[in-house]
């Protein structure tokens, strides 16, 4: 079985290899292909994996790789994690909004749009070649902003499934309050990617007893400080918003703070700076304790549950779980084309919900329903991520503007007007018609 990982130059790619060396079993990964332009990370990251994967005695060949074409040759599954601009692009996105008073953010808001127009045109070559070498072969997209590049994805036909790791987050979060195996616990995860709320926690399977009432009842405090939202806020839903959440429902807040911190890409590039220098230690074969700061967490369980479902491995077995990615009762929390999943939505919308994933793709499972408190926002948003899709495929300023205009968090004329600007300003060496 080969891999190829787009993006193998993160430093985040040996949290990934733990995975493969751990959950060998679900996932029997006989050659990794790291590929990436950076050579001089690259390297770094490849020799760290090699040596991470021998400790561990696995049999797997670990190659690294400037070339994607011969990459993804003959790759049964290929992992999409890659930064268009890197951390440098990310803390502009991270700043450049909160001049105009708006979130500055890489996912969410102006900065995620910034990153979608950066990032869709690359991704779909990237397919593109996928495809030619290997019609057969399953893309992973972890690479943000995850719903809209899996939407890309999926319009142009491609075999694709989007990845988020907020799902077996909240899974392992709400397991160790309860005391029972991750396993046990399935969530009624329902939204968009960045843009979820669990409606239910259920023991036992997607029927089992809901237990979320009595989870908010004693650890509310707990679970509101984690996502830092007003704990009253989560007992008024009665669900457990995704931590994105907060820059709609805290917006200003978010705002204040931001302005009176360092950008959150600053610090991932120092960390990023600490963890190469640490990659460097041929004495090195275990992934640094300095990863678990740099942010997904889990996403190899759910990376390896995925792959290993789409290419007939199941889902069981994954770090003594079912290895569901987050969902739990044999499913799988994934971004996945919409069809009728919320009815309120266009067939082509990409909803983030649990799914039933095999070598066929992933089917989604049925979700309870929604009140307008989650319908209005998910629907805003949709329409946003629409027009921001074709802003990045069409391009043109007109495009762009109405995408800000249409998010729910800008909405006014001159903002969009004036975020338009600043947007193309800070692009345009990564936007061809600009």
């Not at 994967?53 to 400037?66: E, I, N, Q, Y």
């Not at 805290?250 to 890409?265: F, G, N, Q, S």
Request: net charge negative; proline share 6%; with cysteine.
């Amino acid at each position: 079985m080969k891999l190829a990982v787009v993006g193998g130059g993160s430093t985040y790619t040996p949290e990934l290899v733990d995975g493969f060396a751990r959950l060998r079993d679900a996932l029997p990964v006989t050659e990794l292909v790291l590929a990436d332009p950076a050579a001089d990370r690259l390297e770094l990251v490849g020799g760290l994996a090699r040596r991470m994967l021998a400790r561990a005695g696995h049999p797997a060949a670990v190659t690294t790789t400037g070339d994607l074409d011969a990459a993804v040759a003959d790759a049964d599954a290929v992992l999409l994690q890659l930064r268009v601009g890197g951390q440098a692009a990310r803390e502009r996105d991270e700043t450049w909004p909160l001049e105009c008073g708006c979130v500055g953010q890489e996912t969410t808001g102006a900065g995620g749009l910034a990153k979608a127009l950066r990032t869709v045109p690359v991704v779909l070559d990237i397919a593109e070649r996928v495809r030619r070498a290997n019609p057969a072969a399953w893309i992973i997209d972890f690479t943000n902003p995850v719903g809209i590049v899996t939407r890309a994805l999926l319009n142009e036909g491609h075999r694709a499934v989007g990845l988020c790791n907020v799902a077996i987050g909240l899974q392992r979060k709400f397991a160790a309050l309860l005391e029972v195996e991750p396993g046990e616990v399935h969530l009624d995860h329902v939204g968009l990617n960045h843009l979820t709320w669990e409606l239910g926690v259920r023991l036992g399977g997607p029927r089992g007893r809901d237990v979320l009432p009595g989870l908010l009842a004693r650890h509310g405090a707990a679970i509101a400080a984690d996502l830092r939202l007003p704990e009253p806020l989560l007992h008024r839903l009665g669900a457990v918003p995704s931590y994105y959440l907060r820059y709609f429902y805290t917006h200003d807040e978010v705002v204040a703070e931001m302005r009176e911190r360092p950008p959150r890409a600053a610090e991932v590039a120092a960390m990023e700076r600490g963890l190469l220098e640490m990659y460097a230690d041929p004495a090195l074969d275990t992934k640094p304790e300095l990863l678990a700061k740099r942010g997904g967490a889990y996403y190899s369980e759910a990376a390896v549950a995925l792959a290993a479902a789409l290419l007939g491995g199941g889902t069981g077995g994954a770090g003594g779980t079912d290895g569901t990615g987050g969902a739990g009762g044999g499913a799988q929390v994934v971004n996945v084309r919409n069809d009728g999943t919320l009815h309120f939505l266009p067939d082509d919308a990409v909803v983030e919900v649990p799914a039933a994933v095999s070598p066929a793709g992933a089917e989604p499972l049925p979700v309870p329903p929604l009140d307008p408190l989650h319908t209005g926002l998910i629907s805003a948003v949709t329409a946003y991520e629409h027009l921001a899709l074709d802003a990045a495929l069409r391009g043109g300023r007109d495009r762009v503007f109405a995408a800000l205009l249409a998010h729910p968090l800008i909405g006014r004329y001159a903002l969009a007007e004036e975020l338009t600007d600043r947007l193309l300003a800070h692009n345009r060496e990564y936007l061809a018609w600009a």
